[in-house]
């Protein structure tokens, strides 16, 4: 593979991981939008599985985060990586 078809290869790869961070992204609305939800309706619950549940949704939250910010810094990674060739 010649300098070229790396670059090209990894604006590829950019255009797929900012794919994937944007779908993350709409997730995450909808994570926000189902705890906001769960909260309102079971603010005073003190049954167990209420709770679990929401520590879950709490969970998802974190998790959406984490892989939008990985995604952003793999682009950051093979933008600087592009940048060298």
Known sequence: ?????V???LRRGDLHADDARQTLLRVL???QQ???LALRTCHDSEDDLVKTGLE?????LSWAH???DLLRSAADAAAAYASTL
């Open 29 to 31: 609305v909808h994570v």
């Open 66 to 68: 984490e892989g939008v």
């Open 7 to 9: 670059k090209a290869t």
């Open 34 to 36: 189902a705890e906001s």
């Open 1 to 5: 593979m010649n300098i070229a078809e």
């Open 56 to 60: 879950r949704l709490d969970e998802a």
